[in-house]
């Protein structure tokens, strides 16, 4: 029987984890969550707004499909190893406690659906309780059932805002302002002069209308073309400062205005978690050029890696349906199910059909001239307080000697927040992605646990 | 089902299930932390950035936006030069 473990349980891990049990593979799904469903499905049963579910019914289904598969939760994936078989190590017990018990997988193939997080851009005041990302108004709103003020602005790029808007608003707080970056004539181009029949094609004509709708009802302005460039408060959010940007997201002086606010909600797009994909060895698109970066997949979905799958965010961005597809797809092909399999028809057409959809979310990506909105003394690095003047002090400097010398991705979060934003600063790729540990594990932790001796082929010698 | 807590020796009363940090922001507390001499609270809300982290039940660094509040926990504020 294929031995498949498939890591994260978010929409394109749920959905591969179904789609291999039922191809007749054993499966293991290992999530660091408490409860299945990643950040699309992160509801709690008891207190999250109803109208903030999305596509419940087809998280019951695949919830009866895990009928016959093990389902790990509360579990960081801290190593992979590639092999025959491959491992996949784990910890498992309640967030950052002490003494986790330790878990090792061994696997024919492995499906990596990590998700994304996201990336927000550093900003002058962004470290002010307050200012959020756009993910976390959505966490918060969904697992915790709380808003985080009453008068928020949300702002940054792409349509990932709008949802956020409207949980702010059905939490009972005032959206004061969507600031959008991309501008108008930028939208336009990118997602072409109908852009309602490319969003009616991808099947979100109903979900944007009710962003749109819940905009227009509370007379929320949808500001184009600007951005926040400034966070003005003493020990949290009084105000922001939006401008007007232009086509490479530079600040046009003599354009400021004040916007009084207590919270702000920003979000830029996503990073992919490459950490796993990255240590298993698979090839990685953009790396050397500076662009996105994401997983190399065939149309299988396989990775470079013999037996290594992606799906999901990893490999491109473009929401909970395309990632649906994609883990169907990889579990399949996980399972060891031929390419010619009439089971995979639908997920390929599905996969197709968000592609497009997808394609057009790059009309937002972030523009070189952000950085003109930073200081000087603006902190980058939030859990080093490395600013931008130090970080481009030492852009000429190797890439480790520019993070010793200022500490610049070297606090607890391992680069996760600041690593783009650094290389954006230093105008180089700076190997913030390349972690020893995949997640935040306590020393005693990886000092305890014991890793079984290798049993492949290296070990008969 | 409510549950309590205790914030830096001040009882606080939160839903059951929800995590420390939903705990302490659904009390009006926005920050639980000092960072680099100022204030910081709950910002990525999703467990990457870790600048939410609290001491619970005597154990330092523990992700307040990860965790789940649980009948009297113990949580302190921490401090990082």
Redesign the interface.
């Known amino acids: 029987m294929t031995r498949v473990v498939v890591i994260g349980a978010g929409p394109a891990g749920l959905a591969a984890a179904a789609s291999a049990s039922q191809a007749g593979a054993d499966v293991v799904v290992l999530d660091?969550g408490?409860r299945v469903g990643g950040?699309f499905w992160r509801h709690?049963p008891?207190?999250t707004d109803p109208r903030l579910q999305h596509q419940l019914t087809r998280f019951s289904a695949l919830q009866e499909a895990l009928e016959d598969v093990r389902v790990v939760t509360s579990a960081s994936v801290w190593r992979v190893e590639p092999g025959t078989p491959l491992r996949v190590h784990a910890l498992v017990g309640?967030?950052?406690?002490?003494r986790r018990r330790g878990e090792t997988l061994e696997a024919d193939a492995v499906v990596l659906a990590p998700g994304a997080?996201?990336r927000?851009l550093p900003v002058p005041g962004w470290?002010?309780?307050?200012?959020?990302?756009a993910?976390?108004?959505?966490?918060?709103a969904k697992?915790?059932?709380?808003a985080?003020g009453t008068r928020t602005v949300v702002a940054g790029a792409g349509p990932f805002l709008l949802p956020v808007a409207q949980s702010v608003a059905l939490l009972g707080g005032e959206v004061v302002e969507v600031v959008e970056a991309a501008s108008a004539g930028t939208i336009m181009r990118g997602w072409g002069r109908r852009p309602w029949q490319m969003i009616a094609a991808a099947g979100k004509a109903g979900e944007l209308g009710s962003y749109l709708a819940t905009l227009a009802r509370h007379r929320t302005p949808y500001r184009l073309g600007s951005a926040v460039t400034r966070i003005h408060g003493g020990?949290?959010v009084e105000a922001v400062t939006v401008q007007h940007i232009d086509r490479d997201w530079r600040p046009i002086p003599g354009t400021e205005r004040i916007v009084e606010c207590d919270s702000v909600a920003l979000g830029h797009g996503f990073t992919p978690r490459l950490e796993a994909a990255i240590q298993f060895g698979c090839e990685i698109t953009g790396a050397r050029n500076g662009g996105d970066r994401f997983v190399r997949v065939d149309s299988q979905q396989l990775t470079s890696i013999p037996g290594v799958h992606a799906a999901g965010e990893i490999t491109g961005i473009g929401g909970a349906d395309a990632a649906l597809a994609e883990g169907e797809i990889a579990g399949l092909a996980a399972a060891g199910v031929p390419a010619a399999d009439l089971r995979y028809r639908a997920p390929l057409t599905a996969r197709r059909r968000m592609r497009a959809f997808t394609e057009r979310l790059a009309t937002h990506s972030i523009r070189p001239g952000w950085t003109a909105w930073l200081d000087d003394d603006t902190?980058v690095c939030?859990?080093e307080?490395a600013t931008r003047g130090a970080i481009a002090e030492y852009a000429d400097a190797s890439s480790r000697g520019m993070r010793l010398a200022t500490r610049a991705g070297l606090?607890?979060?391992q680069g996760?927040?600041c690593g783009r934003s650094v290389e954006d600063i230093i105008g180089a790729a700076s190997g913030f992605d390349r972690r020893p540990v995949l997640s935040?594990v306590?020393i005693g932790e990886l000092a305890a646990h014991r890793i079984p001796p290798t049993t492949g082929e290296e070990s008969k010698q | 089902m409510s549950i309590r807590i205790s914030f830096d020796g001040e009882a606080l009363e939160g839903r059951d299930g929800q995590s420390i940090g939903g705990v302490l922001l659904a009390n009006g507390r926005r920050t639980w932390r000092t960072a680099a001499g100022a204030e910081r609270g709950i910002f990525c809300g999703i467990g990457i950035c870790q600048d939410c982290v609290v001491t619970v039940n005597g154990v330092e660094g523990v992700r307040a936006c990860q965790r789940t509040a649980c009948e009297g926990d113990v949580v302190e504020r921490e401090v990082r030069a």
């Not at chain 1, 993910?135 to 918060?140: E, P």
């Not at chain 1, 697992?143 to 709380?146: A, E, L, N």
């Open positions: 660091e408490e950040q709690h008891a207190f309640p967030v950052d406690a002490a997080h996201d927000v470290t002010l309780p307050g200012v959020t990302s993910g976390a108004v959505q966490a918060l697992r915790d059932g709380v985080l020990s949290s902190i939030r859990c307080a606090g607890p979060c996760r927040t935040s306590r």
